[in-house]
């Protein structure tokens, strides 16, 4: 059974930040890209980050560049989003995915496997 887990969300004030993780089984880990996507209420969901576990090629959205790190410990299976410097503008769910093959890393119908997400809330 593919599951995708995430956990580390929670409340943070403005300028903090958050490890989010994401736990995957069921499949073949290093042959997939893992990316992050995030919800607020009344938006569309929207790519955050993305990770290539064949070649370790990472791709942020520009609206996180240089705050959120993402990395991937194939040993684990996990991969990770530290989000840094976090702003009101964060505060969403955060999904994250998994995407065999030729995909756009911020295409959500391009991913297979989804997680439940993890709520994020950034105070001001």
């Known amino acids: 059974e593919v599951q995708l887990v995430e956990s580390g969300g929670g409340l943070v004030q403005a300028g903090g930040s958050l490890r989010l993780s994401c736990a995957a089984s069921g499949f073949t880990f290093d042959d997939y890209a893992i990316g992050w996507f995030r919800q607020a209420p009344g938006k569309e969901r929207e790519g955050v980050s993305c990770?290539?576990?064949?070649?370790?090629?990472?791709y942020y959205a520009g609206s996180v560049k240089g705050r959120f790190t993402i990395s991937s410990d194939n040993a684990k299976n996990t991969v990770y989003l530290q989000m840094n410097s976090l702003k009101p503008e964060d505060t969403a769910v955060y999904y994250c995915?998994?995407?065999?093959?030729?995909?756009?890393?911020?295409?959500?119908?391009?991913?297979?496997?989804w997680g439940q997400g993890t709520q994020v809330t950034v105070s001001s």
């Open positions: 995915a998994a995407a065999l093959g030729p995909m756009s890393p911020f295409y959500y119908n391009d991913y297979d496997y």
């Open positions: 990770i290539s576990n064949s070649d370790g090629s990472t």
